[in-house]
């Protein structure tokens, strides 16, 4: 069973997302499909025991197909040359998870999807909290932004990872996703861009 936030070491969420998509089937919902990567243990989100990470929990209804390639842990996601062009050589995978932009972070999420007959390629994150900042409009101004800097790093590990996919197909459909933790006037939103 799944335990959440208990610091017990267990980093299996599948019943929860079991639950979820069962849950939306049964209130009269479309079917959803998850691909995720289980984390180490304390070594992603910032609670301890809770182990967050990030996942893609897609509908099968509409034709939108998940691309699976074996592999997926902490090993890091690359571009390679593959039978039909550019391609993910694990699906789902992880942008530099070992890189120290994520020490106590999510690591962000890469798959291949089609549509349609189009690839897409779909980078989930969960970027770093700002809970250590000082508030916007607090006492103290100018504010201390320390996870500032965390933030602006991760985004340049994913700004480097997509510019490799641009660099192996300049028509890629690109989405980056989630949730970046910081305001759209942030450097880190000037970054990912």
């Known amino acids: ?8 070491g267990i980093v299996d969420a599948s019943s929860s997302y079991d639950q979820l998509i069962a849950s939306i089937g049964d209130a009269g919902g479309p079917a959803y499909e998850l691909r ?8 992603d ?12 929990l ?3 209804d509409r034709g939108l197909q998940f691309i699976d390639r074996p592999g997926g842990d902490a090993t890091p996601v690359e571009v390679v040359d593959g039978a039909d062009g550019p391609e993910l050589d694990i699906s789902p995978g992880r942008i530099a998870p070992q890189d120290a932009a994520w020490t106590n972070s999510c690591k962000p999420l890469v798959g291949e999807f089609t549509f349609q007959g189009e690839r897409l390629w779909v980078v989930g994150t969960h970027f770093l909290a700002k ?28 700004n480097e990872f997509v510019q490799d996919v641009l660099a192996a ?10 949730d970046m933790n910081d305001f759209h006037f942030s450097p880190t939103n000037d970054v990912i861009h």
Do not use: S
């Open 1 to 8: 069973e799944d335990t959440g936030p208990v610091n017990d």
């Open 36 to 43: 995720q990567i289980d984390p180490g243990n304390n070594r």
């Open 45 to 56: 989100g910032d609670q301890p025991g809770g182990n967050i990470r990030v996942g893609f």
């Open 58 to 60: 897609f509908r099968t």
């Open 131 to 158: 809970t250590a900042d000082d508030p916007l409009f607090g006492r103290f101004q100018p504010r201390d932004r320390i996870t500032e800097v965390r933030r602006v790093e991760q985004a340049r590990r994913v």
């Open 169 to 178: 197909d300049p028509d890629a459909n690109v989405a980056v996703l989630g």
